[in-house]
């Protein structure tokens, strides 16, 4: 017996998938979650496109502490009047489009706190049951970059033909070989889908890391959603989106402006920003030049 024998799985209702080749759009959260760019996108999503719960983690327990994912646990009362918990879970929607569009099946995956490699082979058993040929991640991260300039999304597929629709609709591509850092066990669930044939696709926006805003980083949400709506013909309105956006980010030029060191670090990060737009490269790298780490040690009071 392995252990693997006694963990849940997910429960489903499975929808009619004959003749239906869907293509899923993921959320890790708890990584490629910066801004929380990643839970607004989905939750959008899944609210313009009326998808249909179809699925979760019967018993979310196996794979989560609650207590680390405290949070996302939430007591209320139901339109009955009966008091319901909430726990932390992943969940599985469905949305049912007209050919020649694909079908979407849009994953909500929470990071596992417990045997990863379980949960792993759950979500990819999954992704196989629905008939998923396309599997995309969306998210965000911190990088160092300006807040002064486009939001920037790369993103790399496995095969050639998608590469090419990214850099068509303005994704520029990362070399993800040559990453060296941490990671999440979630980078393994598109090695294995790979492997099983299903093309994987990634697209990441890259936000400034020197300040932190109280609600969601819009401009994120924006890029993401700009990018996902032109490769998958989603007609999702956004304009909200970029206005709220760009409201935020006027507000952190005030606060920029307010202090020197941060004025400093806003401009040395533009000079870098425009000269690898010149280049036409992301330079994958965690080092930053002594004139950038030293401008956001004072910028934070860092010794």
Same mark, same amino acid.
């Given at each position: 017996?392995?252990?693997?024998?006694?963990?849940?799985?997910?429960?489903?209702?499975? =929808?009619?998938?004959?003749?239906?080749? *869907?293509? &899923?759009?993921?959320?890790?959260?708890?990584?490629?979650?910066? +801004?929380?760019?990643?839970?607004?996108?989905?939750?959008?999503?899944?609210?313009?496109?009326?998808?249909?719960?179809?699925?979760?983690?019967?018993?979310? +327990?196996?794979?989560?502490?609650?207590?680390?994912?405290?949070?996302?646990?939430?007591?209320?009362?139901?339109?009955? +009047?009966?008091?319901?918990?909430?726990?932390?879970?992943?969940?599985?929607?469905?949305?049912?489009?007209?050919? *020649?569009?694909?079908?979407?099946?849009?994953?909500?995956?929470?990071?596992? @706190?417990?045997?990863?490699?379980?949960?792993?082979?759950?979500?990819?058993?999954?992704?196989?049951?629905?008939?998923?040929?396309?599997?995309?991640?969306?998210?965000?991260?911190?990088?160092?970059? *300006?807040? @002064?300039?486009?939001?920037?999304?790369?993103?790399?597929?496995?095969?050639?033909? @998608?590469?090419?629709?990214?850099?068509?609709?303005?994704?520029? /591509?990362?070399?993800?070989?040559?990453?060296?850092?941490?990671?999440?066990?979630?980078?393994?669930?598109?090695?294995?889908?790979?492997?099983?044939?299903?093309?994987?696709?990634?697209?990441?926006?890259?936000? =400034?890391?020197?300040?932190?805003?109280?609600?969601?980083?819009?401009?994120?949400?924006?890029?993401?959603?700009?990018?996902?709506?032109?490769?998958?013909?989603? /007609?999702?309105?956004?304009?909200?989106?970029?206005?709220?956006?760009?409201?935020?980010?006027?507000?952190?030029?005030? /606060?920029?402006?307010?202090?020197?060191?941060?004025? &400093?670090?806003?401009?040395?990060?533009?000079?870098?920003?425009?000269?690898?737009?010149?280049?036409?490269?992301?330079? /994958?790298?965690?080092?930053?030049?002594?004139?950038?780490?030293?401008?956001?040690?004072?910028?934070?009071?860092?010794?």
């Amino acid at each position: 017996m392995d252990i693997g024998d006694f963990l849940t799985d997910f429960k489903l209702q499975l =929808p009619d998938l004959k003749g239906r080749s *869907p293509h &899923a759009i993921s959320v890790h959260i708890g990584w490629l979650n910066w +801004g929380n760019v990643g839970d607004v996108a989905f939750d959008e999503l899944v609210e313009h496109a009326k998808a249909q719960k179809i699925g979760e983690f019967e018993r979310p +327990g196996d794979f989560y502490n609650f207590v680390a994912y405290r949070d996302r646990s939430r007591s209320y009362i139901d339109n009955e +009047g009966v008091r319901r918990t909430e726990f932390p879970n992943s969940v599985v929607y469905y949305v049912r489009r007209a050919p *020649p569009l694909s079908d979407l099946v849009l994953v909500h995956l929470l990071e596992p @706190t417990q045997f990863g490699e379980v949960y792993v082979d759950r979500v990819v058993a999954l992704l196989k049951r629905l008939n998923v040929v396309s599997y995309q991640v969306i998210g965000a991260m911190g990088s160092h970059v *300006p807040h @002064t300039r486009p939001i920037r999304v790369t993103g790399r597929s496995s095969t050639p033909e @998608t590469t090419e629709r990214l850099k068509k609709i303005g994704v520029r /591509e990362t070399m993800g070989g040559q990453y060296q850092g941490p990671t999440s066990i979630f980078n393994t669930i598109s090695s294995k889908l790979q492997s099983e044939g299903i093309t994987t696709v990634s697209l990441i926006a890259h936000l =400034p890391t020197y300040f932190s805003l109280q609600e969601a980083d819009f401009n994120g949400v924006f890029s993401i959603l700009n990018v996902l709506s032109k490769l998958e013909g989603i /007609e999702i309105p956004l304009e909200r989106f970029e206005s709220v956006g760009r409201q935020q980010y006027d507000t952190v030029s005030k /606060e920029v402006r307010l202090s020197q060191s941060l004025t &400093a670090l806003s401009q040395e990060l533009e000079n870098i920003y425009d000269q690898e737009e010149e280049k036409g490269k992301e330079e /994958e790298t965690t080092r930053l030049p002594p004139s950038i780490q030293k401008a956001i040690d004072e910028a934070f009071d860092k010794n």
